[in-house]
């Protein structure tokens, strides 16, 4: 997408720029190339995605088609669209991401509809408890805290940089003051009682040895902390269950994302820890990914 000239910018309108955008993107084989063009052209006019397909025939100046020309670049060679914009919408909202953080995926909503389902249903709706563990973007614990007011909750991350990615998601959707962000690993912060009525986490769960077959778009760009779990990919798993089956209260609930293949092993820690296996939900593909287990007593 080169121009030679400023009289050849001056020409371009939002239809013609998207039109160049999308045919290197189809080029260059990236995915989803008309939407990804419309995306990053609205990110740069600081515009929502339907006006810029409804005013097409607006002409744009040259600043903002040479910086869309920077960002359209980036895409190509690899790096994610998410990372160029810094947004992801996740459970009807839009969150902040960085590469310091996990981009959130449309599976994880599925632990999200899971914990709102269950607490809906509980007879007494106060003072709901729970601990998202590797929050990331915080994706998981600020939707949570959106739709049930009367929870509150602790958001723990290794990464420093993670949790300021997630206290800013948090003040944005003003859930700020429900939530506590701590820098630790796993459930070590707390004591081993019950106090949560919900332990909840989408942890790494890739094996080292699968690693090389994600995308490079993922294994370039993702962070590495938040993807691998050593050589099996369960080793998060052997950590988690047993932290959070002493952490639980009774009747409270254990709601994680895992991989594929991994939940028939996942059941049988649940098991061992003297968890209930409720269910595990399957995702749009038919793969075994959430995993819901109860403490009866």
Known sequence: MQY?????LSKETVETVLRRAVQEL??????????????????VLGWKRVRVLSDAKSPLSEIPIKHFQTLLQRRVSGEPLQYITREREFYGISFRVTPAVLIPRPETE???????????????QTALRFVDIGTGSGCIA???????????????????????????????????DRLQFI???????????????????????ISQGDMSTLSSMVSEHEPHQALCSGETGLESFRRLIPEAAAR?????????EVGKGQSGEIARLIEREGLFLERILDDLQGIPRCVVAMKTS
């Not at 030679?4 to 050849?8: L, T």
């Open 248 to 256: 639980l209260l009774p009747s409270g609930y254990l709601i994680m």
């Open 183 to 205: 820098c630790g690993s796993f459930l070590e912060c707390f004591p081993a009682r019950p106090s949560f009525d919900f332990v909840l986490s989408n942890p790494p769960y």
């Open 110 to 124: 599925i632990l999200v509809e899971e914990a709102v389902s269950i607490a809906r249903k509980r007879k007494q």
């Open 26 to 43: 189809i080029r260059t084989n990236v995915e989803s190339p008309h939407l990804t063009a419309e995306l990053l052209l609205a990110h």
């Open 142 to 176: 600020v939707s949570l805290a959106r739709e049930l007011p009367w929870a509150s909750g602790w958001a723990i991350d290794i990464s420093p940089e993670a949790l300021q990615i997630a206290r800013l998601n948090a003040e944005r959707h003003k859930v700020r």
């Open 4 to 8: 030679n000239s400023s009289a050849e």
